[in-house]
């Protein structure tokens, strides 16, 4: 259930409206932060292999705004690595933004500039994005499915955008 505290004097429409959104959005991280820590929770217990090394904070950028959560950085035996399983669900990697904020401010700006769409994006989500320089605008473009040709700009590749998870997932 979402709560907002309206005071007395509720004030003009906008208003009311401007609450309401934070405390959609204030719910909405609650809500992503339940479900990391319930996946984060299952896959410690179902993967044997896992060894608890240590928790690092780190800041997510989601569509329903910026979550800040500790997850568990492990070795796999297995695999005779370091991972950090709840980065690795998400797909967000060493990056911050998740695919589903990525994919809405590209698709974004297509109908607009990057500076306009990142600033649209931020007045739904409360994310602030910075505009990137041209090795960022390169490495995004490749994240998004984009290959550089010198003679024609950028075309797109043949790998897709986003790629389902094929693994089981949180229960």
């Known amino acids: 259930m979402v709560e907002m505290e309206l005071p007395e004097d509720i004030g003009s429409f906008q208003e009311a409206e401007r609450k309401r959104k934070e405390a959609v959005f204030e719910a909405g991280k609650?809500?992503?932060?339940?479900?990391?820590?319930?996946?984060?929770?299952?896959?410690?217990?179902?993967?044997?292999?896992?060894?608890?090394?240590?928790?690092?904070?780190?800041?997510?950028?989601?569509?329903?705004?910026?979550?800040?959560?500790?997850?568990?950085?492990?070795?796999?035996?297995?695999?005779?690595?370091?991972?950090?399983?709840?980065?690795?669900?998400?797909?967000v990697g060493n990056e911050k933004a998740t695919p589903a904020l990525k994919q809405s401010i590209v698709g974004a700006s297509v109908r607009r500039s990057y500076r306009q769409a990142t600033a649209e994006v931020e007045q739904w989500t409360g994310v602030k994005r910075t505009t990137p320089g041209s090795k960022e605008r390169e490495k995004m473009d490749e994240s998004i499915g984009y290959i550089k040709n010198n003679r024609e700009g950028l075309l797109p590749s043949k790998v897709p955008m986003v790629r389902p998870s094929t693994g089981s997932g949180c229960p």
């Open 30 to 91: 609650d809500l992503m932060n339940q479900v990391m820590e319930r996946y984060e929770s299952w896959i410690l217990k179902e993967r044997k292999s896992f060894w608890k090394k240590d928790q690092r904070e780190k800041k997510f950028q989601t569509i329903v705004g910026e979550v800040r959560r500790k997850r568990w950085r492990v070795f796999d035996w297995k695999e005779k690595r370091d991972r950090t399983p709840l980065d690795e669900w998400m797909q």
